[in-house]
């Protein structure tokens, strides 16, 4: 069974199929109970909390297998995109990516050995310290961090407020991570002056995920319950006449950290675009101008 966060229609469509009820039903169900969905302000916290008990009637949902992702990233173009999939930090850093070519045109490779990331300047081994401001040596992995190399994405196409994704746009956090451990903005900020920011849609196995606010062990269902709810929470929103005053909680979806996206599961790509204070997502053929 297949998730589809693509758009509005897209996502009747999943529900619909993972219920095993007639769309129409599942439209005038959502339309019904937008409001009082909307009101909740369901977030991780309590998102299960949604009770949708009378409407399913017993009948269990069929399990998601995979699903829709979008991941923010910082492209020269899109092709790059297309050709590498979209890859693990210790892959992007390790094999010859558009990433790797130019931090080694600074002077920089790296090299994976499965437990960290060993980074060499001009072909020496950098002994990387704990510095203040910057996480460059929790990114690297190894001894005492979290191996941090995971491709982080949410579940739905949405608007963002710029605060809270900065780290994300102009340039890939790592080269962020770099520059202040260097004192050397430019390591970043070239790259940025460079490039545009996507928004690119994934196909993802479920097994593969991991749903902010939970544990890494639930089970396949229980991420099934968990998504489904979010999906129809979106499509409250998205029934709304008038927008709500506050914005629609859109998880963040973390996938395994050893788990690199091929391009061929590559779905869609979107630029996000600035207007207004926010980051929106706009179908390319769309875009008018650089930001």
Request: charge should be negative.
């Amino acid at each position: 069974m297949y998730l589809n966060t693509l758009g509005k229609n897209e996502m009747y469509m999943s529900v619909a199929e993972i219920l095993e009820k007639d769309i129409e039903v599942i439209k005038r169900f959502v339309i019904q109970n937008a409001d009082e969905i909307v009101d909740s302000h369901y977030d991780e916290h309590c998102i299960e909390q949604m009770n949708l008990d009378n409407f399913i009637n017993g009948n269990e949902p069929k399990r998601i297998d995979s699903l829709i992702v979008n991941h923010i990233t910082p492209r020269e173009n899109e092709d790059s995109i297309w050709q590498e999939g979209l890859l693990t930090l210790s892959h992007a850093l390790a094999r010859k990516t558009a990433l790797s070519d130019y931090l080694q045109e600074l002077g920089f490779t790296f090299s994976f050995d499965e437990k960290q990331i060993i980074m060499r300047m001009n072909g020496s081994i950098v002994a990387v310290e704990n510095k203040l401001a910057t996480n460059l040596k929790m990114r690297l992995g190894g001894k005492n961090t979290l191996n941090d190399y995971n491709v982080n994405s949410y579940l739905f196409v949405d608007e963002f407020e710029q605060e809270a994704v900065r780290g994300w746009l102009g340039s890939p956090e790592f080269l962020k991570s770099l520059a202040i451990y260097y004192n050397k903005n430019s390591i970043a900020d070239n790259y940025a002056n460079k490039c545009y920011n996507y928004y690119v849609s994934l196909e993802v196995p479920l097994d593969k995920v991991d749903i902010e606010g939970f544990s890494d062990n639930i089970d396949a269902d229980r991420k099934t319950g968990i998504l489904l709810k979010y999906t129809i929470n979106a499509l409250a929103y998205a029934e709304k006449r008038r927008k709500p005053i506050l914005s629609m909680y859109n998880p963040i979806i973390f996938l395994k950290r050893d788990y690199s996206v091929p391009k061929e599961d590559i779905r869609k790509i979107w630029k996000l675009q600035h207007k207004k204070g926010k980051w929106i997502p706009i179908e390319i053929d769309e875009v008018v101008n650089r930001e």
